[in-house]
Structure formats: C-alpha cells, structure tokens
Nanobody
C-alpha cells in the first residue's frame, strides 16, 4: 500500500506561481511513475503531468507546457509540480497519483486508469 500526501496549494493571483509537493509513503519501492491530475468544479478530472520514477521521463498536457514543470527528488522521495504563469482556468483540486507497476507504453501515463494510488488533493485557486 502507498499513501500520498499533497501540499503546497493555495490562493494566488493570475501570473503567479505555486509549487505542489507529493510525498509517497509505505511500499514505494515498486513505484513506476507519479502523476498530477486536476479537477475543476463541474468538470472531468484531467491529466496535468507525469514523471517516471527511475529515469525521470516527463509527460505534459498541452495546456501546461512551458508553464508547469514536474520533477522528482529520489533522495527525498518527493515529486514536485512547479506551476508558473498561473491562470484563473488553472483553478482546481490537484491530485497526486502513483503507478505501482510498469505502464507500457508510457504514453498511457496520461490516463488516470493506470494509477493505483491517489492523494486527497490540494486546492489551487487563481484569482484574476
């Protein structure tokens, strides 16, 4: 079992930045990849970014490219989502997720169905 705890959400003005953190605990040795998803009120959950744990290969949704950066610190066992140039439409609950087994092809990491564990979410609100 893997537990995920997100932190770093909050209220920020448009154009500002936030950094989300996700610290997996428990049986993390088999973690293949970590991802961030978000869900805005009245909308479907959508993929934001993902990173493979061993090689650090990254994947991004088109709407966050060049604004958001996903990274991991293996020593701290933590995944980060650096969000810059935030827009009001980025307002959502952001969820961290972990894939506990190999996902192949890796392009499938954009789909939430390939993740085994989810955090409780952290609210990000961007004011105009």
């Amino acid at each position: 079992q893997v537990q995920l705890v997100e932190s770093g959400g909050g209220l920020v003005q448009a154009g500002g930045s936030l950094r989300l953190s996700c610290a997996p605990s428990g049986r993390t040795s088999s973690t293949y990849a970590m991802g961030w998803f978000r869900q805005a009120p009245g909308k479907e959950r959508e993929f934001v970014a993902a990173i493979t744990w061993s090689r650090g290969r990254t994947y991004y949704a088109d709407f966050v490219k060049d604004r958001f950066t996903i990274s991991r610190d293996n020593a701290k066992n933590t995944v980060y989502l650096q969000m810059n140039s935030l827009k009001p439409e980025d307002t959502a609950v952001y969820y961290c997720a972990a894939a506990g087994s190999v996902v192949s092809p890796q392009s499938r990491l954009i789909s939430g169905q390939y993740y085994d564990y989810w955090g409780q979410g952290t609210q990000v609100t961007v004011s105009s």
